[in-house]
DNA sequence: TGCCAGGCCGGGT
DNA sequence: ACCCGGCATGGC
């Protein structure tokens, strides 16, 4: 069987192996990770859940309970600690009151009417949305983040000015639709923007994408 | 030391 | 339908 993005695929694999995101927790961490992670450094999301975790607040009852106060404080080290205080609760109670606070109940909801039920939450944009569902729901949804569009671009596969729901697009028509593969690619797509499509820097040479490429046009220097 | 990190919201054009 | 300022900590 041959799809589109399998030699890319197949490239990043062997560069980087598999990066198996979010493995062995519970699906409800793995939510609240996708929120506290939003313009956020990973390492800093640990912290913050660790406290959590640390607290025995790692949970929809006790998110949803427990004093604003105290539950910013917990996440401080996630950054914009208040605001995401906030997002936690408006999930956290969203989940208890629709699907009695379990991600399991919530899995078993169609994909796309799922996607429009997350996206109707405050503090709940697209990326946050495609990572819950793929990551925690396991629903076919492909991530878009930042480093997913720079890649992207720098690679001559889209333009800059492309939307989110494109680029996603983009991604799933030339996937084959396989939970596992949508979860790699994401991931490897993170770390090979990570170390060679950096912001304004040009596209390093050494990036392992760059023997299978077709050159489809010419690499766009580092407008995003 | 400034710049950046796995975005999103609300108000303004 | 876009555009932008604000949000905040920790690492390099």
Known sequence: MEWPMKQVYEK??????????????????????????????????????????????????AIASTPIEQLSELIRPAGYYRQKAKRLQNFARWLLQRYEGSIERMAEQDCQQLREELLAL???????????????????SFVVDAYTLRVAVRHGWVEP?????????????????ELDIYNEMHALLVQVGKQ??????????SCPLRPVLPATGPYEPWSE
């Open 122 to 140: 405050s503090g709940i944009g697209p990326e946050t949305a495609d990572s819950i569902l793929l990551y925690a729901a396991g629903k076919l």
């Open 196 to 205: 060679f499509c950096q912001r304004r820097r040009p596209l390093c040479d």
């Open 12 to 61: 990043l694999l062997q560069h980087f192996g598999p990066q198996h995101w979010w493995p062995g927790q519970s699906p409800f961490e793995v939510a609240v990770g996708a929120i506290l992670t939003q313009n956020t450094n990973w390492r800093n999301v640990e912290r913050a859940i660790g406290n959590l975790k640390a607290a025995g607040k790692l949970g929809p009852k």
């Open 161 to 177: 000015e492309v939307s989110y729901e494109e680029l996603k697009q983009y991604f799933e028509e030339r996937l084959p639709a």
